[in-house]
């Protein structure tokens, strides 16, 4: 299938201040490169015909670390959230549809992009999103969904009821949105969580509420949607890197 209508949206504007280092998180290496650039060598992959990188902690040095992928990079002068970082990016995305990334998550496959980018075309969805099972899901967002099995809300854990935790589908970050939609709703995007943030979660909600289609693609391959957000998890993305490219490992499944 083509991928020629998708703008890859990147974040990669955080601190990261769980890393417990003055380095931008994406910038810190997997495999001898920085985190962000196996993001953008997948989007390489994918054939995107735009990449757009919004940048913030460290901006000089994010930019001149994706040059070479001729992006076009966006500031986020203030971290206010992962809507608000999306949200900045309006004005330089060109194509119908948006597909959003997270600089620090350098293991997705394309074959998994791929698929989300076909079920959202197929279905007709306004919002796509991949979820993964996770055995162990304690920091991640957790997807509600309904007894068809459609997404109803994503739900921070932060801000989440004890049953909701209980839930192990969760949020990789990861969404392919039609670009109208997208940028309509995070406009009425309001800080009313914990953090006080603007959540691109939120979006979810109210397509949900004006009754548009949000499908998920489910992936049981945990290192597929593994954000590096502590020395810890790099250690673990290199660990998984290097299983995957071990002589007779088999293709990570999705």
Known sequence: MSTTTVTAVILAAGKGTRMNSDLAKVLHPLA????????LDTC????????VVVVGHQRDAVEMAVAPWLPT???????????????VTEKAVTSDLVLVLCGD?????ATLLIELIAKHLATGA????????????????????????????????KDADEATRRIDLINSGIYVFNRTDLFRCLKAVKPTNAQGEYYLTDVVGMLVGEGKGVELVVTDDVASVLGVNTPADLATAERLRAQRLAPGAATAAH
């Not at 390489?44 to 990449?51: A, I, R, T, Y």
């Open 73 to 87: 990079c966006v500031l986020q002068d203030r971290q206010l959230g992962t809507g608000h970082a999306v949200l």
């Open 44 to 51: 390489l992959e994918l054939k995107v015909n735009q990449k």
């Open 32 to 39: 001898g490169r920085p985190l962000v650039m196996h993001v």
């Open 105 to 109: 998550c350098p293991l997705t496959p």
């Open 126 to 157: 306004a919002c796509t999103g991949v979820a993964a099972r996770m055995a162990d899901p304690t920091g991640y967002g957790r997807m509600v969904t309904d007894a068809q099995g459609r997404l109803t809300k994503i739900v921070e854990h």
